[in-house]
């Protein structure tokens, strides 16, 4: 089976900050990639898909790149509201693997 | 707006077995895009995909617990079921029901998730 491992698996950034997150496939998985984002004790809110589409209703400084085996996802400016867990979930065949996840905190 | 709402025992007894049902209000279960899935996710711990069952009639396991796992369809009742035999401790999580679209036959990840439900394996 494919795995997908996310890099940090935290990371603390003060608000306006850039923040970068990364997943990695272990075998390429074209752009078959999706983001989500779950903030404590709530259900997980589909972000990016295929990569790079952002999902309607997503923020515009919340962005996704990459194809094959790596991918970033961006926050181009963090806000306070983003303090959250990610998590990247490849689609192309099952399983449907997520990653680790990556825990986003306010500085 | 669709919307999905899982049910079921909150507590299962080792050895027995898990079912849990979701819901399906705001649209048609049957309609021919969409597919429906299962996803875990152990007290605070990530997200696990259980599979899912295609609006063909198909079913998709995680191998981690194929042996163990059925997911199945009632249009009648415009439910989606899970069973998870022979449980322990380990299936101890929230278990949540999603939806996902297929779109001139490209695939797209669950965008619509029920709130989840606790299930507790305990004797």
């Known amino acids: ?107 | 707006q669709v919307q999905l709402q899982e049910s079921g025992p909150g507590l299962v007894k080792p050895s027995q077995t898990l079912s849990l049902t979701c819901t399906v209000s705001g649209g048609s279960i049957s309609r021919g895009v969409y597919s429906w899935n299962w996803i875990r996710q152990h007290p605070g711990k990530g997200l696990e995909w259980i599979g899912n069952i295609h609006h063909s009639g198909s079913t998709y396991y995680n191998p981690s617990l194929k042996s163990r796992v059925t997911i199945s369809v009632d249009t009648s009742k415009n439910q989606f079921s899970l069973q998870v035999n022979s449980v322990t401790a380990a299936d101890t999580a929230v278990y949540y029901c999603a939806r996902n679209s297929e779109v001139l036959g490209v695939i797209l990840p669950p965008d619509y998730w029920g709130q989840g439900t606790l299930v507790t394996v305990s004797p």
């Open chain 1, 1 to 107: 089976d494919i795995q997908m491992t996310q890099s940090p698996s935290s990371l603390s950034a003060s608000v306006g900050d850039r923040v970068t997150i990364t997943c990695r496939a272990s075998q390429a998985i074209s752009s078959y990639l999706a983001w989500y984002q779950q903030k404590p004790g709530k259900v997980p809110n589909l972000l990016i898909y295929d990569a790079s589409t952002l999902q309607s209703g997503v923020p515009t400084r919340f962005s996704g790149s990459g194809s094959g085996t790596d991918f970033t996802l961006t926050i181009s400016s963090l806000q306070p509201e983003d303090v959250a867990t990610y998590y990247c979930q490849k689609y192309n065949s099952a399983p449907w693997t997520f990653g680790q996840g990556t825990r986003v905190e306010i500085k």
